[in-house]
């Protein structure tokens, strides 16, 4: 008798001898090979969403700034969050499963496991970027979502914050922290109008060249814009490398991921000095700022530049509403934020910073733990977020002067400019041009709080990237066994010198991020870790 899973896996059947693994981003590699996976995410998407009594969770479909030829496919839990980790365990063997038969064994082996009810009902929402590949692995995870069982909605192309977005209204719409609308209208007029309240009349000094990556956020952003006229808001944007009509022009010589690799503008940038420009990635969940200065030299404003206007702003936000002594605010950071940006947390901003590992879930989760916690990647991953705590004291706080309900005013209207169920790169946007408006600041004040230490990163080719492990937020090795000693002691000889090198979760290499006081010496130290590692 034939079972709706078992054809739905035949359907799909996996190529030969691919083994899948979900990492930090999800599923990630060629589009061509990912039509089994996507089926049996679907399965997994409903498996989650009856373990969670029938919340909505989400599956978004993309490959953020890879390659045109790539796709990929990751779940978002209830929350927005991303997946918890012993399911991403899940994921993996369910996409490993060698045949349709075992495919239905392992769902209902999950199933027994789990105490997961398969008669409840489950609730997916799916939406995708605009890779060519996108609507053909869409219909291989509907094969899996009906297979299963599942209700499922959608919403066709979205970023993949929006999707966050979507999960996370449709679970808490009628309570008590009912997140938006969960429309991509509510989308907008959320943050358009949480912008508007948070400027509170200020007007951004000049105008924002945007590029998106010829991705998702460029239709998004076109579409987000109209909700923030600049005869309104003062905002000027221009919207460039916003073509997704060409799929194969995604991520190609533009983006986040170019302009922070090759620290450069897009070739096709033709903006001048003092002008502010930022870049969104693929899936518009990343951006980097940056601007050429009166010498036409490139600079960059990165994650951690980001993260530091962003906490200094709300240090000054809580400290002008009153509120200093009821909120403590703190900086989460990875290895690869340059040891500036550190020290000018700790030293300047008199905030605490916690690093963790590489990837947005340690980040995330770390900052779950402050009042507010201000959580950026160096490559323009995070957001900021708040705790219930700190929410309630915000919402319940009565200002005692006309100059303290101002600053609560803005500090509330940032609550709701802000993802909090991701790092969103409109979102993010958007609140530094907030942040800039009230400091009256241009990109070069904001440079000017603190000079980057030279640095330099490297991919480092080796036989088993596997065989590298790290502890200490990924700033130490523990094996190979007596390589982390001869870091140490290439590190001393170099002043201001600082590496670490770890294997990448989604490439076959091991990186080499080194620092020292010049680029010389930087380069240096990063040769010599290479050569240790290799
Ligand atoms: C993934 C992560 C990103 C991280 C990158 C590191 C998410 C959504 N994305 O893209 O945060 O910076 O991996 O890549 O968590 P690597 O391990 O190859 O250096
Ligand atoms: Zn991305």
Partial sequence: MSNPIVDAAQKHPPPERHVYTYGTAGFRTKADVLDSVLT?????????????????????????HNPPEDNGVKLVEPMGDMLEESWEVIGTEMANQPTPEAVLDYYHRIAKEQNIDLRKPANVVVARDTRASGARLLGCLIDGLKASGAEYKDYGFLTTPQ????????????????????????????????????????????HLTVDCANGVGGPKL????????????????????????????LNVDCGADYVKTNQRAPPSSKTGPGDRCCSLDGDADRVVYYFKDEQNVFRLLDGDRIATLVASFFGDLVRTSGLADQIKIGVVQTAYAN?????????????????TPTGVKYLHHAAQKLDIGVYFEANGHGTAIFSHKTLEVIKNYEPKSPSEAENLETLRACIDLINQSVGDALSDFLLVETVLAHKRWGPQEW????????????????????????????????????????????VQKFRQGRSFARASGTEDAVRVYAEAATKAEAEDLARKVSEIVK
């Avoid at 909505?56 to 490959?63: C, D, E, F, K, L």
């Avoid at 947390?345 to 910073?353: A, G, H, Q, S, W």
Wanted: hydrophobic letters at 35%; charged letters at 25%.
């Fill in 339 to 355: 040891g500036a940006a550190t020290d000018y947390v700790e030293k300047t901003l008199t905030l605490p910073v916690t690093c």
């Fill in 163 to 206: 999707l966050h977005y979507m999960v996370r209204c449709r679970n808490t719409e009628g309570t008590r922290d009912a997140y938006g609308v969960p429309t991509e209208v509510g989308y907008y007029e959320k943050f358009s109008t949480a912008f508007k309240r948070a400027m509170n009349g200020r007007k951004p000094n000049g």
């Fill in 447 to 490: 440079l000017n709080t603190y000079t980057d230490l030279p640095n330099r990163l490297l991919k480092v080719i080796v036989n088993d990237r596997n065989i590298f492990k790290t502890t200490d937020a990924e700033r130490k090795l523990t094996s190979p066994e007596g390589i982390q000693p001869q870091i140490d002691r290439e």
């Fill in 40 to 64: 049996r995410v679907g399965l997994v998407a409903a498996l989650r969403s009856r373990k969670l009594d029938g919340k909505w969770v989400g599956v978004m479909i993309t490959a953020s």
């Fill in 222 to 249: 076109n579409e987000l814009y109209k909700y923030l006229p600049s005869k309104e808001t003062g905002l000027e944007i221009f919207v460039t490398n916003d073509n997704v009509i060409k799929p194969e022009a």
